[in-house]
């Protein structure tokens, strides 16, 4: 794969701060700009390293660039897209941070070089003010190539991902949001509604245990509900399958099915303790 | 009130064993004898200094105790004070640790001195292994006394609580059930619906925020089996708030609805993190 000497971040958030950083870091010698609505966070990027060069429109941004990486929210990726195609250099890669996926990739069909990436990375914070160089180190990036998707632009996208410390994987668009509404966007939601639902007496009762299930309620209000409202039939969906479990739960609370609830509970604590196990051997492998 | 001269701890735990840590390291001239059923626990416990004599039988750990605290499951609170009974000094008075309060205030109204405590520290850990002599320390203890509960035994465990750093207050039983129910019971059953519900195909993308939504799903499935069972009627109307909420985010998944999601979502992060601010003064007073 080719070495990238260009690099066009357009929103330097969180995520496009700390791919600045990171590529500021792990690149040698690859010039990176950055495209950003609001003056002052330009002007941070700028401070911290994050960006070479800042722009305030997305086309003037993406002139020269290799590789384009849209960092702005779910919502607006699609306009992104429309708004840089004509300033694109003809074999420019674009990619995006997304968490949802079918419809960026969509929209990113007009383009010849368009690659779905969902770097899992990021925390409920928001802002270039939390940009970390390390955001990346040894997290999963989930590439979602179509049958149209241009190979030698894939392999470019793998090997960047990587060479910031990624771990890389593929699913089609379809797989991806199916299955980060299960265990992404659905808990998400039912953080925000069980924090949603509570009376004001109930909540100085509340512990270490409420606040560690709802941190993720903590995240950006619309930033959330642009990935909420895409990926809606995937997130119907997950709550269906919830209700299901609930209702089984909700008859096993019945004294009768004493060693049955028991099970259930102690089946979920086994899974989740197998997942912490297999989660922990990523971060630190052999 | 009183010194406490003589304390019975039976089941000791992860609370029953630092119950007898934080005894030993702040109040002075005080007897510990602990019941287990198991005779490796009684063993780590009197090898860690938890309790100074171990017995296997409830009935004779109790005697000569001025205060008795029971740390056994909620499941079998009832039986243990029957088994008791009998054997108590006449002013010897009785308190539990239990997750829910009714059944066990309840089946106490047969001692002339009990009082319902709930000391809100723990976690999913458990085991006398876990115990910690700083377990308590600014965390909150709830008290349920009724009508018929001895004020004097209300004022001596109070201090009891308060004399190994806890923060008191009170509420009757059935508050008491029904707030655990909407800020502990249903997270709890909520987090192991959500591991539950996963195929085995999803879970290797869940990222750090399905593990700390899902922490509390790890305790010990017959220790919370006993809790959701006992609390059954309160958790099913928590459950029943919670669709209506869940209900109401489905709606605002429409895209014309894009304003409300967003506000919805805000209003939740910003009530998590006015709770957040709240426990951290608590922990760290002026």
Sequence with gaps: VERIKNLAILGVGLLGGSIGLAVRSKLSDCRIVGYGHRKETLAKALEIGAIDEAFESPGEAVRGADLVILCTPVGILGKMIAAIEPQLKPDAIVTDVGSTKRSVVAAGGRLKRFVGSHPMAGSEK??????????????????????TTDTAALAQVEAFWQALGMRVTQLSPDQHDRLLADVSHLPHAIAAALVAMQEDQALPLAGKGFLDATRIAGGDGALWRDILQDNRDSLKAALARLRGELEKLEAMLDPTHAKELADWLDQAAHRREALLQEKLREVTPD
């Design 126 to 147: 928001r802002g270039v003010e939390f940009a970390r160089t390390d955001l990346f180190d040894q997290a999963l990036c989930i590439l979602t190539p179509t049958d």
